[in-house]
C-alpha cells in the first residue's frame, strides 16, 4: 500500500465473508509491518520496566530506617512527653484513689472508687482499634491535637466536681478516652523511624510514663494540703499543657499512607494464631497487673502507714519501672522483646502473690521496688512483639486492635480485686487472684513464642 493510503501495484483486494474489503500485503511490507510491531513492544516493555525500577527505588528509599538522627530522637523526646501526660497521669491513679477514699468521696467503696482509675486504664487502650487504622491511612495530626485539647479541659473539669458520677465521667471516661488516642498511634510512629533501634526507643518513650507517674503522685501530696484540690488539679492541667505541647511540635509520621481499603476496623489479622494467643495473654495481664498499683497506697494506710507515706509509694512503684522500661528497652533488640518480658513478667506475678504478706514499711518498700521494676518491664514493651508480626503499613492496625482487646483486661482487673477484698474481707485472696491471673499471662506468652519460632527456649523474638 502507498503512503498516501491507495493500493500499491503489490498490493491486492478480498472480500471477507460479511463482504467488508480487505488488504493483502506483500512479504516484503508484512515484514516491516512485524518489525515495527516487536520494536514498539519492546520500548512499551522498556517504560514499563523503568517504572517498576523507579517504583522499587522509592519504596527502599521510604523503607531505609533512619535508625537515629535529630529528626528520630526528636519523636521518641515528643512521645516521651505524651506518654508523661497519658500513661504517667493515670498510672498515678493510685494517689487519687486514696485520696477520694479518706476525704473527698467516704460515703463510697473503695470497689466503687476503683471504677475511675479502671476506665482511666481500659480507655487508654480502647481507641487503638480505630485510632490505629485512621494511623495507617494518613490521619494523625487531626485525632491527636483533639485529644490533647480534650485532656487538659478534662482535668480543668475535675477540679470543679463535687458528686462521684461527675468525677466519674470527667476523670474516668474524657480523661482515659482522650489518653487513649494520643497514645495509640505512638508506637506507629516509631515503626516508621526505627528498625534495629526499636524497641530501645520503645523503651525510652516508657521512662516518660515513668517520669509521669513518679512526679504527678508527689505533686498532689504537694499541693492538697497547701492549694486545695481545685488549684492542685488546675495545676495539674497547666502541667499536662506543658508536655502536649511539645508532643505536637515534635512527633510526625514518615511513610507514606496506605490506601485505604476494607472496613475501617480490620479483624483479619486474628487469623495470625500467635497475634490472637498474645492478645490474649495482654487481656489477662492486665486482670491482674495493675491491682498492685491501684490499691499499695490503700493497703499501706490499713497497714498503720500515713497517707502521705501512702503517696510516695504510688512515686515509688513508678520511679521504680523507670529501671525496668529502660533495661528491656536496651536489651529488647539484642535478644527479643518477648524474650525479655516474659521472665519480668512472671517476677511481677510472684511479687503480686507475696504483696498481701508485707505488713511494715521496711518489706513493702522494697516489695513495691521490685514490683514496679517488674511490672515496667511489660508496659513498656507490650506493643513490640505485634510490631514483628506483620510489615510497618499495618503496625497500626495490629497495635489498635492489642490495645482495644487489653482494655477489657484493664477495666475488670483492679474492680474486680476490691470486690474480692470487700467479700473476703482480706487482702491475701486479692493476691492469689492477681497473681495467678499474671501467671497464667505469661504461659499464653510463652506459647506465642513457641508458635513464632517453633521452638519452646532458642530465638530471638
Not at 485512621?134 to 491527636?144: E, K, Q, S, T, W
Amino acid at each position: 500500500m502507498a503512503s498516501n493510503g491507495t493500493l500499491s501495484p503489490s498490493d491486492s483486494m478480498t472480500l471477507r465473508d460479511d463482504g467488508a474489503p480487505t488488504v493483502s500485503h506483500s512479504p516484503e511490507e508484512q515484514q516491516e509491518l512485524k518489525v515495527k510491531t516487536e520494536n514498539a513492544t519492546v520500548r512499551l516493555e522498556e517504560s514499563e520496566k523503568q517504572q517498576e525500577e523507579a517504583a522499587t527505588r522509592d519504596v527502599k528509599v521510604d523503607l531505609a530506617f533512619p535508625d537515629g538522627g535529630w529528626r528520630a530522637w526528636g519523636v521518641v523526646v515528643g512521645a516521651s512527653c505524651t506518654t508523661c501526660a497519658t500513661f504517667g497521669y493515670v498510672n498515678s491513679w493510685g494517689a487519687f484513689q486514696v485520696y477520694y477514699e479518706n476525704n473527698k468521696f467516704p460515703d463510697q467503696s473503695p470497689s466503687s472508687i476503683a471504677w475511675i482509675g479502671s476506665i482511666q486504664y481500659s480507655l487508654i487502650f480502647v481507641p487503638g482499634i480505630i485510632v490505629g487504622r485512621l494511623f495507617d491511612i494518613g490521619y494523625f495530626r487531626l485525632p491527636f491535637m483533639t485529644a490533647n485539647a480534650a485532656l487538659i479541659l478534662a482535668t480543668f473539669l475535675v477540679a470543679e466536681c463535687t458528686a462521684f458520677w461527675q468525677v466519674l465521667l470527667c476523670q474516668g471516661i474524657l480523661t482515659g478516652f482522650a489518653c487513649g488516642v494520643m497514645f495509640s498511634p505512638l508506637l506507629a510512629v516509631l515503626s516508621h523511624w526505627f528498625d534495629k533501634k526499636r524497641h530501645l526507643a520503645i523503651g525510652l518513650i516508657a521512662v516518660g510514663s515513668a517520669i509521669g507517674g513518679t512526679v504527678v503522685p508527689i505533686l498532689v501530696r504537694a499541693l492538697l494540703p497547701a492549694v486545695g484540690f481545685q488549684w492542685t488539679m488546675r495545676i495539674l492541667a497547666f502541667v499536662l499543657l506543658g508536655f502536649t505541647a511539645i508532643s505536637n511540635v515534635l512527633i510526625r509520621p514518615r511513610l507514606e499512607p496506605r490506601k485505604a481499603t476494607g472496613r475501617l476496623v480490620n479483624f483479619g489479622q486474628f487469623k495470625n494464631l500467635a497475634f490472637t494467643v498474645y492478645t490474649t495473654a495482654s487481656v489477662v495481664t492486665f486482670l491482674g497487673l495493675y491491682t498492685a498499683l491501684t490499691y499499695i497506697a490503700t493497703y499501706a494506710t490499713q497497714r498503720g502507714i500515713s497517707q502521705s507515706m501512702a503517696y510516695n509509694l504510688v512515686s515509688i512503684a513508678n520511679a521504680s519501672s523507670l529501671v525496668g522500661r529502660l533495661a528491656t528497652g536496651l536489651l529488647g533488640d539484642r535478644i527479643g522483646p518477648l524474650n525479655i518480658m516474659t521472665p519480668f513478667t512472671l517476677s511481677a506475678g510472684i511479687l503480686t502473690y507475696a504483696w498481701p504478706y508485707a505488713h511494715t514499711l521496711e518489706t513493702i518498700i522494697p516489695l513495691t521496688i521490685l514490683y514496679g521494676i517488674s511490672s515496667g518491664a511489660f508496659v513498656a514493651l507490650i506493643g513490640s512483639p505485634v510490631l514483628e508480626m506483620g510489615d510497618a503499613s499495618s503496625a497500626g492496625e495490629r497495635t489498635g486492635l492489642l490495645f482495644s482487646f487489653t482494655a477489657l483486661g484493664a477495666l475488670a482487673g483492679p474492680p474486680i480485686s476490691g470486690a474480692i477484698r470487700s467479700s473476703a474481707g482480706n487482702w491475701e485472696s486479692v493476691g492469689y487472684y492477681a497473681g495467678s491471673m499474671i501467671v497464667l499471662s505469661v504461659i499464653l506468652m510463652w506459647i506465642t513464642r513457641v508458635l513464632l519460632l517453633k521452638h519452646p527456649y532458642k530465638g530471638i523474638i
